[in-house]
């Protein structure tokens, strides 16, 4: 852990943007619950999916659910690393 100086553009709630030092653009900050939520929702759409035969809507949900889960699992080891609770009940993988 590191702490450092951010600019913030907006701090507005539930999605601040800032931009980090060396970064060329902003981004927006998402809440650890707000992102476990979204991983939630598109694991319902997959499963609701399952039965319609279009692979390229198969495969961007696949992509998309990846995408999150990488973001959930980054976030979630480190909270664990710096011993800080999450902000929801984990779930056993799937």
Not at 28 to 54: E, F, M, T, Y
């Amino acid at each position: 852990m590191k702490k450092q100086e951010l600019i913030i553009y907006s701090e507005t709630v539930n999605c601040p943007v800032v931009q980090m030092p060396e970064r060329k653009f902003p981004g927006i900050v998402l809440q650890g619950d707000s992102l476990k939520n979204l991983s939630d929702i598109v694991k319902s759409i997959a499963k609701r999916a399952q039965h319609i035969k279009n692979d390229e809507l198969q495969g961007e949900i696949q992509d998309l659910g990846a995408i999150l889960s990488c973001y959930l699992e980054c976030y979630e080891r480190t909270l664990e690393f710096n011993k800080i609770r999450l902000p929801y009940e984990q779930n056993q993988k799937d």
